[in-house]
């Protein structure tokens, strides 16, 4: 018991300090881009609105991880039932709403976005934090494929239950790193990661989500071929105690 409340606390601190240092690093940038107009640079304007676009992308940046990490911060709130709007849904619906969610991005990289659900099943789920994992994990292969790729989300239930794949064509993961890849923070190619918009907590709230209906969530990639995630959901997802 004490050793687990060790390792606990120690990942506590490690969450602590890996959020002081994604906030932080933001932060530091705008200041620095703020100070560098005032003390000239703004005097040309190519300088001015290269910075501008330089600072906003920080402030977007920065936004991005306080929503991630509200988000986390409400997901693990007790009690859960008063955050959880559960009710019946249709899977198929669910999907094709992630999709139009993610349609402009998937355009903007001529990649091909597929939704396959042939098949109605009623799920019993929070409809709108179900959309944000699925939503997740596409935005994922979205981001992390080449250009004129295909992206296929489907929806289908079977004997284990209800089950929501994405995959990709894009550049799969290396065996290494899926210990960790639902992990705070964790990213495979950190410097990619940021230049793309990434928070590094993306699985993480995947992997929340998933949990609090009872799920599960894994991932099927090779290398150089690309990825499939994979929620599989209970039957009776959602009767969370
Ligand atoms: P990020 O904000 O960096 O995308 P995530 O938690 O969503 O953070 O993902 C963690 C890491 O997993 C990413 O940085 C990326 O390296 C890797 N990853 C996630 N999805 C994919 C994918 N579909 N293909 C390849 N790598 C991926």
Redesign the pocket.
């Given at each position: 018991m004490a050793t687990r409340l060790d390792r606990l606390e120690n990942l506590r601190m490690d969450f602590v300090a890996n959020v002081s240092h994604e906030l932080k690093t933001p932060v530091a940038t705008i200041m620095g881009f703020v100070e560098t107009l005032l003390e000239g640079a703004m005097d040309s304007p190519e300088d001015l609105e290269h910075f501008l676009e330089i600072i906003a992308r920080q402030a977007d940046r920065l936004s991005a991880i306080i929503d991630d990490l509200l988000t986390l911060s409400r997901l693990e709130s007790a009690p859960l039932s008063e955050i959880l709007d559960l009710k019946d849904r249709n899977l198929c619906g669910l999907l094709e709403t992630s999709y139009q969610i993610c349609r402009e991005r998937a355009e903007e990289k001529n990649i091909s976005l597929s939704v396959d659900c042939p098949v109605p099943v009623n799920i019993f789920v929070d409809r709108s934090l179900l959309t944000q994992a699925v939503v997740?994990l596409v935005d994922?292969?979205i981001?992390?494929?080449p250009d004129n790729t295909r992206v296929l989300l489907s929806g289908s239930e079977g004997a284990d239950g209800v089950r929501i794949s994405v995959t990709?064509n894009?550049?799969?993961?290396e065996q290494k790193h899926l210990t960790r890849?639902f992990e705070r923070f964790?990213?495979?190619?950190k410097a990619?990661?940021r230049k793309?918009g990434?928070?590094?907590?993306?699985?993480?709230i995947v992997k929340h989500i998933v949990s609090v209906h009872e799920g599960q969530v894994r991932v099927e990639t090779r290398p150089g071929e690309g990825?499939t995630?994979i929620i599989l959901l209970p039957r009776h997802a959602g009767w969370v105690h």
């Open positions: 997740n994922n292969a981001k992390y494929s990709d894009g550049p799969g993961i890849l964790y990213r495979v190619d990619r990661s793309l990434g928070t590094g907590l993306g699985l993480a990825s995630f």
